[in-house]
């Protein structure tokens, strides 16, 4: 079984004040429990030094903590993914349609990928439990079933039964993760500085890089 764990940095909002830049990050792992262990033990040995962390977020934490959390990325048998979005690049269509653009941002790539890789006999996706509408979560629901069903039988596969898990991150380790990645890529994009890429960029395969434009690439 695939777990996999999606989150986002920015946002899709096209007011003033909204992000230029919005990135979907994710990880795939057959193994979050050995994770999950790995990040609570970076916790206590913060937690020894002073730093009381409930929840890592890219964010908000410090430089220390983010280079920990990262250097534990590379030690991790994961792998990693990223969709980074400029919003120029964006049809005007799609604009007025953000959950559309969501779901196809944060479901298309991440299974188009896993499925194509690995193949694998059931698919487990876990996200960042948010305030939506039944509406859209039945969309989200929806969209997911279909793109799996869809591309698995694109390349003559059965499709693996999904299970999709809406969990609060503070209690979900491997979300904390998805929220390092996103953020790792949105600060990167945003600043074109590399400091943190350059720690993890050894688990993305290349055809795991995707941007909707072409003024930046990752180096």
Not at 5 to 29: A, M, N, Q, R
Not at 58 to 79: A, C, H
Not at 161 to 185: F, M, N
């Amino acid at each position: 079984m695939i777990s996999l764990y999606v989150d986002e940095s920015g946002d899709l909002g096209c007011k003033e004040g909204s992000s230029k830049v919005f990135v979907i990050g994710y990880l795939v792992t057959e193994k979050n429990l050995r994770l999950s262990k790995d990040l609570k033990n970076l916790r206590t040995k913060l937690k020894g030094r002073g730093l009381n962390i409930n929840e890592f977020k890219f964010n908000g934490d410090k430089d220390n903590v983010r280079i920990g959390v990262l250097s534990l990325i590379t030690q991790s048998d994961i792998e990693c993914g990223y969709i980074a979005v400029k919003k120029e690049a964006v049809k005007p269509e799609l604009k007025e349609k953000p959950d559309i653009l969501y779901n196809y941002l944060a479901i298309h790539y991440p299974l188009t990928n896993i499925i194509n890789k690995y193949q694998p006999n059931e698919i487990t996706y876990i996200i960042d439990r948010q305030s939506w509408k039944k509406e859209r979560v039945d969309n989200f629901m929806s969209y997911i079933q279909q793109k799996t069903t869809w591309t698995a039988t694109r390349i003559k596969y059965t499709p693996p039964p999904i299970k999709v898990k809406r969990k609060d991150s503070q209690e979900e380790a491997c979300l904390q993760i998805a929220d390092y990645i996103a953020g790792t890529i949105f600060y990167t994009v945003t600043r074109q500085n590399y400091k943190y890429w350059d720690i993890i960029k050894a688990k993305f395969p290349i055809e795991w890089q995707q941007c909707w434009y072409n003024k930046w690439q990752m180096a």
